[in-house]
């Protein structure tokens, strides 16, 4: 079991900076890669950036160069550091993990915050 808790969503002006952070608990040894997601009114959840169990990063290409995931094993906490915000940036983010099932045939299940909204005005 895993307990994912997002915190840092809120209001900013196009060009702005946020900082989202996701304390996670529980089975952490068993987490595989993390993730932030996001979903905006009337779209699909979409991912927007993925950080794998050896630090391997990839983004959605509209953040590239503005987003930075990381992870922070001392403090437990996956973090989405967005700088340069545009106003399609507007959705809730959601922090997301992989949990490896540690019996056979050892699935992955996903395990999801509960949101934070981000707003993002021109």
């Known amino acids: 079991q895993i307990e994912l808790v997002e915190s840092g969503g809120g209001s900013v002006q196009s060009g702005g900076s946020l900082r989202l952070s996701c304390k996670y608990s529980?089975?952490?040894?068993?987490?595989?890669?993390m993730a932030w997601y996001r979903q905006s009114a009337g779209k699909e959840r979409e991912l927007v950036a993925k950080i794998s169990r050896d630090g391997t990063t990839t983004y959605l290409d509209s953040v590239k160069g503005r987003f930075t995931i990381s992870k922070d094993k001392n403090e437990a906490k996956l973090r989405l550091q967005m700088s340069r915000l545009e106003p399609e940036d507007t959705a809730v983010y959601y922090c997301n993990a992989q949990y490896l099932v540690p019996s056979p045939p050892f699935p992955l299940r996903d395990y999801w915050g509960q949101g934070t909204q981000v707003t993002v005005s021109s």
């Open positions: 529980g089975s952490i040894v068993f987490i595989a890669d």
